[in-house]
């Protein structure tokens, strides 16, 4: 092969991988995230992806149990898991209280002679 096609090919390629690298979210997998879901759908795996050189965010892909993919934001699922920590802490506190309350004849209260 002679040099100068091969000078031609390499600056091709060159060309080629600098475009790839400007262009670094044509490689995601979410185009389109949404901020929320619908749990009645059902969950069946979630698919994490850091951000790499291909791809410079975070990818959260969801995969529901009829077989669907979507992707969601990382802040709505930060949101979410917020959402379901503090509904538990209510939840515990709640059950917390109903379990220490005491009602009249128990053998909390004292009759005095």
């Known amino acids: 092969m002679c040099s100068p096609i091969k000078a031609i090919l390499v600056l091709a390629v060159v060309i080629c991988m600098s475009a790839a690298q400007l262009n670094k979210s044509r490689s995601c ?3 389109d995230a949404a901020n ?3 749990p009645k759908v059902g969950i069946k795996d ?8 291909f791809c410079n965010k975070v990818e959260i892909i969801v995969t529901t149990k ?25 939840s515990s506190k709640a ?17 005095q002679a």
Do not use: E, W
């Open 29 to 31: 997998l979410c185009h």
């Open 36 to 38: 929320t879901f619908d």
């Open 46 to 53: 979630v698919t994490i992806y850091p951000a790499t050189t």
């Open 66 to 90: 009829n077989g669907s993919d979507f992707c969601l934001k990382p802040k709505a699922v930060k949101r979410m898991l917020a959402n379901l920590t503090r509904r538990k802490v209510l």
């Open 95 to 111: 059950a917390a209280a109903v379990g220490t309350s005491s009602t009249p004849g128990s053998a909390n209260t004292t009759q």
